[in-house]
């Protein structure tokens, strides 16, 4: 068996607690697919993992990193697409931060027209995400107007864009006027700056926000209710601010709302195939023709995994953070 070189979580902590080690490479399993990683995305369940917060299922790598892209090296059996040597990007069950990694073909996708790699490997873990949250679950429709904190975000930057192309009016929070800025260029037709307005007066203004994506929790929750809109829809999908909090719920039945979430990783194969599937159906064609783009924030060594997570971590950074993992 051939050894890898690859970034372990030696004990739950801060970044300094990555470090590079070997690895035995992957072999594919039935319907799996081995990619030769050439980058790696960096996320914050990355960094929540790292902390001991977000263990792994139990069937998964230790290894933190949910995306990649790179080259189809192998295939297991029953896999007809890709095939060995297609270029593609993937969500991944963990163990990104390795040269190889194993993950389902039917989580892959191709590279879309005109898109480096380090570009492609920005798109599974955030798209996948807003997919399933803000369209499949929340409903997202034309004319409707949508509220995403953490604009941003890598999660944030996407969300954005897509609703945008979905033609719904979109409005996000952001901590700083150049995030701001960044937002209203990326298709919010209103960014709100949360240190020096409130988003609820905003929205309320507006007339509600009818779908709001929330990665923040906290006390943000009894003010997402407040500006949510008659049969608003409000998802979780993180908890940056904490998970509790105290709620009138009379609004809640009073504007027959409805809130919700969900985390990705957990969910089966087939569930995370059902959402690659509406995204190389629906998504995609807006890649290939560039009408949406994934946001590039920075770029790190793949042996400098540490200060990736350390620029993460400080929120300042605007979009997505990558590993090139190789050369």
């Excluded at 290894?63 to 991944?92: H, I, K, N, T």
């Excluded at 190389?280 to 042996?303: H, K, Y």
């Amino acid at each position: 068996m051939t050894d890898m070189r690859a970034i372990e979580i030696t004990t739950p902590g801060g970044p300094e607690v990555l470090k590079p080690t070997t690895r035995p490479r992957p072999d594919p399993k039935a319907g799996q697919v081995v990619i030769k990683v050439a980058y790696a995305g960096v996320n914050r369940p990355d960094a929540l993992q790292r902390a001991g917060n977000y263990a792994p299922p139990p069937d998964a790598s230790d290894l933190p990193g949910l995306e990649a892209s790179g080259e189809v090296v192998e295939v297991g059996e029953g896999v007809s697409w890709p095939r060995v040597g297609d270029q593609v990007c993937a969500l991944l069950p963990g163990g990104g931060y390795a040269e190889y990694v194993a993950t389902p073909a039917a989580h892959c996708l191709p590279i879309p027209k005109g898109m480096g790699l380090k570009e492609a490997a920005c798109l599974p873990e955030t798209y996948f995400t807003v997919w399933t949250n803000v369209f499949m679950r929340g409903g997202l429709k034309a004319g409707e107007r949508f509220l995403v904190h953490g604009g941003s975000s890598g999660i944030g930057t996407t969300a954005i864009q897509l609703a945008n192309a979905f033609g719904a009016r979109v409005f996000a929070t952001a901590g700083n006027a150049e995030k701001c800025a960044k937002c209203e260029e990326l298709g919010a037709e209103r960014a709100i700056n949360y240190r020096e307005e409130d988003f609820v007066k905003v929205l309320k203004a507006e007339g509600g926000a009818n779908l709001i994506l929330d990665m923040v929790g906290g006390d943000y929750i009894p003010r997402d209710v407040a500006c949510l809109a008659l049969e608003g829809r409000l998802v979780f999908i993180a908890f940056l601010g904490g998970p509790k909090s105290e709620l009138n719920f009379a609004q809640v039945m009073a504007k027959r709302l409805t809130l919700t979430g969900s985390t990705l990783r957990p969910q089966s194969d087939a569930a995370k195939a059902e959402i690659a599937e509406g995204l190389r159906e629906n998504v995609w064609p807006l890649l290939d023709t560039g009408r949406i783009a994934p946001v590039m924030d920075s770029e790190f060594p793949f042996e400098e995994a540490a200060k990736a997570h350390a620029r993460m971590e400080t929120s300042e950074h605007i979009g997505k953070i990558v590993l090139q993992v190789a050369g």
